[in-house]
């Protein structure tokens, strides 16, 4: 199609009868005759006319597609051969929508071949990459337009917009204004109290983590909540960490530096980061790109690096001290950098801070390199090691939720049938599995050891033994988890039988069915789950 449209150029009629664009520059005289030229004066002098002869532009404009399809070059001085075109032409990447491949992207490159020659005579193409995204449509998946009420100014979304503004901005100046009402009920249902503001950042990370590679968009407020949360998360951390790096040792001056476990695993993690980041963002995958942030960002550096610091803030020497100051300010410094193409307000902010401590003196992050995958930092051992201690901690925690054991009560933590490897990590670990399994106490039993009465995890290459003496009641937790288990059947037979209804099934959007059923799946593990609780506690 593409060579189609190269080869059979067909006529275009490029003017248009529009109050805007681009006059077209013709003037013509009472007998008729047509005069081009940039404007009257240079049409006269050029043509030798006095003032005597009344000139008239024409009143139409160019054909919108026409001016734009000359932007890679008209920008840059052209027909002048002007540095800039010398040193910015051909564009690397072009942004379009797959709508107006025709439209734009395809005359452009017919005008560029036609104008713009190389030294040898040959034309040159406007741009080396085309990158199509999909088109952004409301949460029903409906095209958004002004008739239909459901266009999101992007604008309400960084700023906010209360409720009757929103109103306004919907129903106001309407071709169809017997549409109103419809717009306004449909509007204070979505947003009975406006838009909340949620930033140009928080909007930004939302398109990236949306753009699948030219798939529409149906549009999720709850996804630029979830993303508003990652910048505010960003943000706590970065706090966290300034509160215990500013006008401290952070090793940049020299001293001993020790790393713990922790900081070895948080630098190999950063680097395998950044050379996912990096090749999805060379992919065009800006949403596999925006996944991979928001993972390292909130589960691995926020949720497990930051709260394995804590044992090493609160009782390191001095060289460990130092070690994982300078680890925290470093990684961060890097993760600022690293994003900072998605969300460069907060990331410029945090990094004004952060510079000082690392030494920087350059004035803005934007001039910074960006990160560089550094193989002499992925120590493969701590990867391992801090997996395996993850493992631990996580099933200690899940056992303490699912035995609804109060969080902060210290537990007692028995391990049998250690491998050689996990024993190891056991001692080599243990000030971290106590902080943060909050365990009063660990102790490894042999294999053959049966052990108190007790609720088990099985991890990698250990059985994990939590016991229940003291710590519940059994008859007040079957009857407790009983409940629960009614209160989820419950749930289960209101969705079963609104699905089996026909026409709810018929009215409803396929948005609507597809939550229902979701629920559903929910509530089915969540009993699956509760049945299996009220098995380990009834045999106990």
Same mark, same amino acid.
């Given at each position: ?59 139409? /404009? ?25 040193? #910015? ?12 491949? @025709?439209?734009?992207?395809?005359? =452009? ?15 040159? /193409? ?10 952004? !449509? ?19 979304? &960084?700023?906010?917009?209360? $409720? ?26 979505? @947003? ?17 983590? $949306? ?27 970065? %706090? ?5 790096? *500013?006008? +401290?040792?952070?090793? #940049?001056?020299?001293?001993?530096? /020790? ?26 995958? #800006? ?34 001290? %130092? ?7 470093? /990684?961060? *410094? ?17 990094? +004004? ?12 992050? =934007?001039? +910074?390199? #960006? ?5 002499? +930092? ?15 901690? &996580? ?20 391990? %049998? ?20 399994? !909050? ?15 007790? &609720? ?37 037979? !209101? ?8 026409? @709810? ?10 939550? *229902? %059923? ?23």
């Amino acid at each position: 199609m593409y060579f189609s449209w190269m080869r059979d150029i067909q006529d275009w009629c490029i003017s248009r009868q529009l109050w805007w664009g681009h006059r077209i520059p013709a003037w013509y005289d009472n007998d008729g005759n047509v005069y081009v030229g940039r404007t009257e004066d240079e049409v006269r002098q050029e043509n030798k006319l006095g003032t005597d002869v009344a000139l008239r532009q024409d009143e139409d /404009v160019l054909d919108t597609w026409f001016s734009s399809a000359l932007w890679t070059f008209s920008t840059l001085g052209w027909p002048e051969n002007t540095d800039a075109l010398r040193q #910015f032409h051909p564009t690397s990447v072009m942004v379009s929508g797959f709508d107006i491949i @025709f439209f734009w992207i395809a005359r =452009m490159i017919m005008m560029t071949m036609h104008f713009i020659k190389d030294e040898n005579g040959k034309p040159q /193409v406007p741009f080396k990459t085309v990158y199509m995204t999909g088109l952004i !449509r409301d949460d029903e998946g409906q095209k958004m337009s002004k008739s239909k009420g459901n266009v999101i100014d992007p604008l309400d979304m &960084v700023d906010g917009i209360t $409720l009757p503004e929103l109103l306004e901005k919907r129903t106001g100046n309407m071709m169809q204004p017997q549409l109103a009402e419809k717009i306004r009920k449909r509007t204070e249902k979505q @947003f009975p109290n406006g838009i909340e503001p949620h930033g140009t950042d928080a909007l930004r990370f939302t398109l990236a983590a $949306l753009a699948s590679t030219g798939r529409d968009i149906n549009w999720d407020m709850k996804r630029l909540e979830g993303y508003r949360n990652f910048c505010n998360k960003l943000w706590n951390a970065s %706090r966290f960490v300034l509160m215990n790096t *500013e006008d +401290q040792d952070c090793g #940049f001056n020299g001293g001993e530096m /020790v790393l713990s476990l922790a900081d070895r695993w948080i630098l190999a993690e950063f680097n395998h980061t950044v050379k996912a980041y990096r090749e999805a963002l060379d992919n065009f995958r #800006f949403d596999i790109a925006a996944g991979i942030l928001y993972e390292f960002t909130w589960n691995q550096f926020c949720d497990w690096y930051l709260e394995l610091t804590k044992p090493v803030m609160n009782g390191g020497s001095e060289a460990e001290l %130092r070690g994982t100051r300078h680890t925290l300010v470093t /990684v961060l *410094e890097g993760l600022l950098r690293l994003a900072h193409p998605i969300i460069p307000f907060i990331t410029e902010t945090i990094w +004004q801070r952060v510079k000082a401590i690392c030494g920087i003196t350059a004035d803005t992050i =934007m001039l +910074q390199p #960006f990160p560089q995958y550094d193989a002499s +930092q992925v120590d493969d051992a701590a990867l391992a090691d801090t997996e395996w201690l993850k493992q631990a901690i &996580v099933a200690v925690r899940n056992i303490r939720a699912e035995m609804n054991i109060a969080p902060g009560k210290p537990l007692e933590l028995l391990l %049998r049938g250690c491998s050689k490897e996990a024993e190891r990590r056991v001692n080599d670990n243990r000030s971290f599995l106590l902080n943060l399994a !909050r365990l009063e106490s660990i102790t490894v039993l042999p294999a053959d050891d049966k052990g108190p009465v007790s &609720v088990t995890k099985i991890i990698d290459g250990a059985e994990l033994l939590i016991p229940m003496a003291g710590l519940i009641n059994k008859e007040d937790e079957l009857a407790r988890l009983a409940k629960e288990v009614a209160k989820i059947e419950g749930e289960i037979g !209101r969705i079963e039988s609104k699905l089996s209804n026909e026409g @709810f099934v018929a009215r409803a959007p396929e948005a609507v069915i597809a939550k *229902e %059923r979701e629920k559903l799946e929910g509530y089915a593990e969540a009993k699956a789950k509760l049945i299996e609780q009220q098995a380990v506690i009834a045999a106990l």
